[in-house]
Structure formats: C-alpha cells, structure tokens
C-alpha cells in the first residue's frame, strides 16, 4: 500500500520541482481516501513541467505583489519568486499589502511599480473585480502583468499560473464524501469573500457533493477573513449551532487551524476536516489527527513559473494563457512520503527586509 | 505655555517655522527619494502619488473639521466601506450619476448619525463615531453579501482613472474640497464657530453660539468628505467593496497631527493637513519605489507621526 503510493507521488514531484530535467508525466493514480495520495493532472501537458527557460541575457528586474506574507503559502511562493529569479538572472521586488482586506494599498503598490519602471509585474490580487483597472493601467504603461495564485478579473494579463481551484473544490468533496461513506453534515468555512479561490473551491465543493454525495447535507457556511482566529470563531459557532458536525471543509488550512482548536476544545474529535495548503499548525493538527486531509498546492512552483512566465515574454517566446500547477492530497499517512520543496520554503528562509 | 492659544501663532519665528517647516521636509524627502531612484520624479509618478493622496485627503478634510471642534471622527475608514458598497449598488440601479449622488448621500447621512448622537445625545464623539466604525463596516458587509459588487459602468472609471488636462481627476477632486474646505474654515461664520468651540467649549455656549447645531454640522460635513472619497475609490478599485478602508481612520488623525494641528481642537487649519497628507502619501510612494519592504514602511510611519508631533511641541515649550 505505502509502496504503490510513494511512487506515483515521487514521479510527478520530481516532475515538478527538477526544473529543466523534464520529469515524465506519470499516469493520474487515484486511491481510496484514507489510503492518502491522489495527484489530479493539470500541467500544461497533464501532470507536466514548464521547463526553466535559457538563462536571458540582461538582466529584468520585475515586481511581485502579493496579499501578505504573514502564511507559509506567500512565503513559499516568495520563495518560489527569488530563487527562480536568481537563477535566471533577474531581480525580484517584492511588495506585500497586509492582508486581504487592503485592496486600495496592493493597487498602489502596483502603480508604484508601474512608476519605478519594472520589466514586468506579476500579481497575487487581492480580488478579482478590483485589481482589474490597476492591471489596465500597468497594460497601458507597456508594462505585462503575469497573474499568479489568485485572480484578477482583468482580461489584459499574459497569462495565469494557477492550482486549478475547481480541482481543489472537487478533490475536497470527493475525500468528504468518500470519508463519510455518502453520508453526514458538513459544514464550510470558505475563506476570504470575494477572493477567486474561496469562491471557486467552495462552489465546486457544493457541486460536487449534490452531484455526487446527496446523503451528505451541508448545513451551513460563512465567509470570514483567512486567520485562524476567524476560523476558531466560525467553528465555534457552527459547533453551537448545529450539534451534529460530521464534517467541516476549509477553503484554505488557516481557517482548518483554528477550526481544529474548536473541534479540539469541543470533544467532537471524529469530525473530518479538510483544508487546502500546507502551514507549520497544518502539519502538527493532521499528525495529531484533527485535521484529516489537505490539498497542497505547490506554492514554491507557482512562484518559479510565475517566473519563467514572465522571462518567457519578455523574451519574445509564447506563453501559454493558463498554466496549471499539480495539486496533490495529503492525509496524516501519506505526509512522510511526499517531497515538499515545491510546497514550501526551505527551513527558516525568510523573505528578504531589502 | 502661558500665553492664550492665538497669542504663539502672531510671533514671527513661530510663523517662518509653521510656514516653511513641513515643506521644507517634504522637499528634503522628494530629494532623497528621488535620488535614490530618478522615477521618483517622472510625470507618471507624480500623478501617481497624487492619485494615490487624493482619499487620503478627502477623508483627512472631514477629520480635521472634527478635530479642530475638539471631537474626533473614528467612523471615516469604515464609511468607505459602507459609501463603496452603496454607490457601486445603487449604480447598477439608476446609473453613474445616481450611484454618485446616493455613496456622497449614505457618507453624509452616516455623518448626521454621529452629529446627532454627539451633539444631541452628548455621547462622547470617540465612543460614537467608534460605533459608527463597526456598525458602517456591518452595513457594507450586509449589504453587500461580504462580496464585491462588480460590473460598474466604463463610464463611471473616469472618475477615479481619468485625467483633466495633465491632473488625474481624484487630484483635482481633492485639490478642489482643500481650497472649499480652507475657505470655509478661515472665512465663514461656521468656521469661526469650530474654533470657537474646539477652543472652549463653555465659552461658545455662552457667548451665544448654537453648539448643537455647529457640531452636527461639523459630523455631516464629515461624512460628506468621506462620501465623495468613497466614491472616487469605488472608481478606482472598479468595484464596490465591503472590505476598503480599514485603519484609514487612523491615518486621516495622522495627517491631521503630523501637520501640526492640535488633537485636542482649537488650533490648526486645512493647510496644515495638507502637508501632512503629502508627507504621508510621499513617504508610501516614496519607500515603495527605494524598495523598502512594507514591514519597515510601517515602523518609519510610525515614528515619524510620534516625532513629528513631539517637535511641535517642543518648539512650544522653548518659548
């Protein structure tokens, strides 16, 4: 069991992280929830790399900005940015905004970018409908915007390097029925409202358990900022509410941390909770049982072809509209098995203070 | 300290300082920037940092009309919110010019609420206006379903993306309710009567001036600037959004105090905020494009809001 799981996780994370080295796409393996690791094939092949482009010959500086750093997912990508960067001979400024909440600071982050003349601007957006005229007037400026991560409404960027949020809503709903054998009360903390990846997830989640698992009834669900106080409140509240929870998903895992602590406090130990990503308290919580399985996204790739992306382009070469990272679905049996250097920072990186 | 708070602002050395410091750091600062990174001063930048004050400044108008009363206007971040969501709403209902006129409705009537229960109900403006910040952000998210409000008309990104002639219209905007509010400050009745009660309250009552009613006003007036302010960032985030505002409260006291009025009312002026609006908007623009991560940015910001007021006051004290 452990064996015929390693190798397919192994196959396609050394297609992803080894850049350049050209990993064959192996066949989509599903196994059976519990088991652990299921990879959904969403490459620019299926389950394919986008290979680092030839090292340019001048140097490009380009700007990224990104919601916040304060989850190991921002510092991952971060780190996914500059390492790429380095290695192909740019240089990465690097702005963050503080949170989901303050769409007005990323826009002028943007213009300030657009101000100081960057080669290209890659973009994490704060929201979909509100970053599309900042994108418009970089576009104006001459200067293209590669969105990375979460989306911009904007029509006007090169191209989208992205986990495939439908993915992750589904691969979610399919562990929690699975899990639940078709049957309980679900409840879901979808994260940050009006973000492209709480609304995507969380829709496709509730798609798929109608289509799929109608004995499963999902009881109720909220929006709230993406912290684990949001997340312990929500939980707190559901568990109070509804006193037969036999499952909660998250959008993302800094809700499902604070989520845990609730479930924790609550005694309702057998709750199945899912979360997408990867976090420090993630890992702890799943070996300790309380939070039962996570999508991760590979947060260090989006930022090294987020990259290459933007080298791309600026070298004149095609760029594909989409480009979809692999996800892969984690659970407390499978963790040891799997590479993490396309899902996180390596140990104690820290983005640079300038 | 001894000398009755008009007294210090006839004396001459008191004037060149009041009149030349803060420019004279503003300069300073856009010299170094702009040595640090010559786009500092393009013509884009320029427009951009402006763009980037206009809200800013808006917000700081009505905060200063509050402060200079001796009260203090906490609900101003969170009307963004409220007015965004408004505007972007009823837009989609009866139009561009409709939804303008109801985010500038919905600021000033939010406006009235404080005045009422300050000035009528005597709750301490810090306590009201603070409901006022929770309840406003609860009204956009209701409101709003915690959603942006998307799909606004093309025509309506004018307001917030648009140029007149070489300014960008959120400048002009801003520009424009400076000068109003400066001649309203300096050379109306209502005016006077801020200062009046800012400076005494006691007093005003007793020489006759309608307390209540001046300080009502002054909440409205308020709310408004908040209102148009909304509503040029409604244009320039294309969308309305529940979430825009937060903590810009506390950045419009900021620019008050950095400029050098008094936050306990009485003393200060429109000019004053002015100044300190620019230092503020120059110091974020200027700080991104020399590339300092925006954890410092916030250190720096903050040390300068603390020094900036305790250089006030020292001058004072050496007096």
Redesign the interface.
Known sequence: MKRALVIPCLACLCGVVLAACGGKPASTSETTPGGGVRRQASGPEPGGEYPRPAKPSRSYTIGVVVPHLSNPHFVGQAYGYIDEAAALGAKVTLFEAGGYQYLDRQISQVEDLVASKVDAIILVAINGPGTSGAVERAVAAGIPVINCNVMTDSPHVVTRVRSDDEVIGRMQADFMGQTLNGKGNVVMLRGAPGTSWAEIRGNVFKKVMAEKYPGVRILGEQYSQSTPSDGLRLMEDFLQTYPDISGAYNGSDTTAIGAAQAILASGKRGTVVTATDFQVDTERFMREGLITATVLQQTVVIGRWGVRAAINHLEKRDVPTVLSTPLLLATKDSLDSIDMRGVRAPEGWKPPAR | MTTPAGVPSSSPRRTLWGQLGMPAVIVLMMVAFGSE?P??W?A??IA?VS??AS?LALISIGQTFAILSAGIDLSVGSLLALVSVVCAQEMLRFGVAGGMIAGVLAGGLAGLVNGVLIAKARVPAFIATLGMLVAARGVALTLS????V??LPRAF?VV??GYWGPFPIPTVIAAVAFALAHLVLSRTVFGRYVYAMGSNEEAAVLSGINVVKHKILVYVASGLFAGVAGVV?TS????G??????VQELYSIAAVVIGGSKITGGVGGMGKTLMGVLVLAIL??GL??I??????QNIVIGAIIVGAVYIDLARERRR
């Open positions: 990174n786009n500092f393009s884009t930048n951009n763009r980037q809200t379903g915690g959603l942006p998307a799909g990104l917030g993306a960032l320039r985030v294309v969308s959004q529940p979430t825009l505002g937060e974020s623009n991104n494009l590339q300092v991560s925006s954890y410092v």
